[in-house]
């Protein structure tokens, strides 16, 4: 069979071609939730950078799914598909297609390697709080949100360069509402068997080993938390991570549910569950973020005698990191690391 140029392949997204009302009403739907996840994600990042009280590593972090994993995700693709819903033509091309798969599949990437990051930052907040100002820095900060946009650009571009490799005989339909890349190798006419394992190797250490490591920090959180005495302060420790939580649950719920579902005969089913995972998970972001979490009214854990007091808390709900570190006095023959709170002395 003769191979085909890339350069002169035109993919047909099929959507759900079979089903043109319930394409008009995907429009409508998808356009709406669209515009609430660019409003809801730009209005959360002005408000990050503008409220001095959220210029934390957690809202930095936070800030980050936003921008990468949400708008730059969400635009990916869906300004394209509203496009193709209203047209009979459902046409892109193979550059278009391999920009749209691979900006998609990188900040997909990302998110993963995000979110396992975030679990350190809890994990520090929780275990280490009186180290943690000192660690969790901005240049920090800066360097593992940089780590995990370099790891998914390069798993993307990993799998992204393997793909278009591929020739091509003619076979150009995709079942689906974008360039998925499963289904864009599966239309090459040669073995993909190293294409399907790069992807599975992919989906192993980009989805599971951040779930693995998100798994074990929260083990040592809850070791934590449950040496606490109070109620009120395991109430507090627990809420400074209910967002993180709420978006892992969300973020790994919908993705397992995908993967572990039994396989319907109508691909409609599936593309639409696809669907929402696109939509639906990036508008939830916002509200999800606006919970309350008391990071600031993170524990003050005095070592006495091996037991965890928490019953002290901060003065101010917005006391920053640097303001934080100032109120310790480092003891004499102590690691310059650790950082012991002061007792004021007794009026005499």
Known sequence: MERTNWTE?????????????????????CLVMYLVTLLGNSTFIVLTLLDAC???PMYFFLGNLS?????????????????????EKKTISFTRCVVQ???SYTMGSTECVL????????????????????????????????LSWGLGFLNSLTETVLAIRLPFCGKNVINHFVCEILAFVKLACTDISL??????????????????????????????????????GRKKAFSTCSVHLT???????????????PKSK??????????????????????????????HDVLEPVRNKGEVNAEEQLSSPCQSPRSMKGAYTQEEGVDPSTWMRTTPAKKS
């Open 9 to 29: 392949i035109e993919f047909i997204l099929q959507g759900l071609s079979e089903y043109p009302r319930a394409e008009k009403f995907l429009f409508v739907m």
């Open 195 to 232: 294409n399907e394992i790069i992807i599975m190797l992919g989906n192993v250490i980009f989805l599971f080993s951040p779930l693995l490591l998100i798994c074990i920090s929260y083990i040592f959180i809850l070791s934590t938390v449950l040496r606490i005495n109070s109620a009120e």
């Open 247 to 261: 978006v892992v649950i969300v973020f790994y719920g919908t993705i397992l549910f995908m993967y572990m579902k």
């Open 101 to 103: 798969m691979s900006v």
């Open 115 to 146: 979110l396992a990051v975030m679990a350190y930052d809890r994990y520090m907040a929780i275990c280490n709080p009186l180290r943690y100002p000192i660690i969790m820095g901005k240049a920090l900060c800066i360097q593992m949100a940089a």
């Open 54 to 56: 959220l210029h934390t």
């Open 67 to 87: 921008f990468l994993g949400k708008i730059w995700y969400t635009s990916s693709f869906i300004p394209s598909m509203l496009i193709h819903f209203l047209s």
């Open 266 to 295: 109508d691909s409609a089913f599936d593309k639409l569950i696809a669907l929402f995972y696109g939509i639906v998970t990036p508008m939830l972001n916002p509200i999800i973020y606006s919970l309350r979490n008391t990071e």
